[in-house]
């Protein structure tokens, strides 16, 4: 049970590069969340999945694009990327039927973006 | 909008001390509230939760208050170790299952030895 796993670890991207980073969780949870975490403010949501193939924006969507076609795959597109995209990534799923929503993360993905 | 504060700065607390961390909420009306704890380089961790009509959780060394009135959680770390040392997160969740958690920006904790 490998939990929630991310893809990759580390990138650096020139401005205006496209990249994307995977989510992956062996949870069978319903819900999964990116966010990207920058000093002093906390994890900031940019986009959930409530189900596969179903999407919604979170605070702070504008240059990401994602996709749910599995339920157990989440992906977290950058189609240009800018230096204000340098950040921490971090996925995270959960289930509502827990009782705790607690969320699960994975390892995190740094960004830079040149 | 909702706004979460925390410690507004690093707590550096002595081995054996309790440690007491702070989350204030303006703005909203949580059906809970989540404590993780982050460690650098990697992802939060799940601590505890504590609903809108409990006034006190415990797990081992950690106590949870949440106050609605106040608007404020506490977390108390007691007989604190250097193992403890991390960031803490406090977090707010909404009363539909598809409400989106708000996380606080953090307090760093060191347990010096």
């Known amino acids: 049970n490998a939990g929630v796993t991310q893809t990759p670890k580390f990138r650096v991207l020139k401005t205006g590069q496209s990249m994307t980073l995977l989510c992956a969780q062996d949870m069978n949870h319903e819900y999964m969340y990116w966010y990207r975490q920058d000093p002093g403010m906390g994890l900031r949501l940019i986009h959930y999945s409530v189900g596969e193939g179903t999407t919604a924006k979170g605070e702070v969507p504008d240059g990401y694009n994602v996709s749910r076609l599995k339920k157990q795959n989440f992906l977290l597109g950058l189609e240009s990327a800018a230096p204000s995209q340098t950040s921490v990534y971090f996925c995270?799923?959960?289930?509502?039927?827990?009782?705790?929503?607690?969320?699960?993360f994975g390892p995190g993905t740094r960004l830079t973006v040149l | 909008s909702q706004k979460i504060e925390q410690n507004s700065e690093a707590l550096n607390i002595q081995e054996g001390k309790t440690a007491t961390l702070t989350c204030n909420y303006t703005?909203?009306?949580?059906?809970?509230l989540q404590w993780y704890r982050q460690d650098p380089g990697r992802g939060p961790v799940f601590l505890l939760l504590i609903r809108e009509n409990e006034k006190e959780k415990r797990k081992e060394r950690l106590k949870v208050t949440f106050d609605t009135t106040l608007k404020q959680s506490l977390f108390h770390i007691t007989a604190s170790q250097p193992a403890d040392s991390a960031t803490y997160l406090c977090?707010?969740?909404?009363?539909?299952?598809?409400?989106?958690?708000?996380f606080g920006p953090g307090t760093s904790l060191s347990v010096i030895p």
């Open positions: 995270a799923s959960t289930s509502p039927a827990s009782g705790t929503d607690t969320q699960y």
């Open positions: 703005n909203y009306s949580p059906a809970y």
């Open positions: 977090a707010l969740g909404g009363w539909a299952s598809y409400d989106k958690v708000i």
